[in-house]
């Protein structure tokens, strides 16, 4: 079952900022800037007709330019972080 979020792509110069911090954390696991994203909402498993609603109700979507400010890091996952967040 897929799990489905909504994002979309992080600006290159924004992602080449980030991947500034690479190597700063022993033992993490790093992804590639080309793979950056901004989440806007976690949708959660879905089974594939959710999936196909989604996807035809998400393409009719538009949005306009927006400027995007990191102002720090933060994580998840509790006690063993899973991720690095920026914010």
Excluded at 45 to 67: F, K, N
Excluded at 73 to 84: D, I, K, T, V, W
């Amino acid at each position: 079952m897929p799990r489905l979020f909504t994002g979309f792509e992080m600006p290159l110069d924004a992602a080449r900022q980030l991947a500034s911090f690479f190597g700063a954390l022993p033992g993490a696991r790093w992804i590639h800037p080309d793979d950056y994203h901004v989440t806007l909402s976690f949708i959660g498993d879905v089974d594939d007709h959710q999936r196909e609603v989604i996807i035809e109700e998400l393409a009719s979507v538009r949005g306009y330019p927006l400027e995007i400010v990191l102002e720090g890091l933060s994580n998840f996952g509790g006690a063993r972080p899973r991720a690095l967040t920026a914010c």
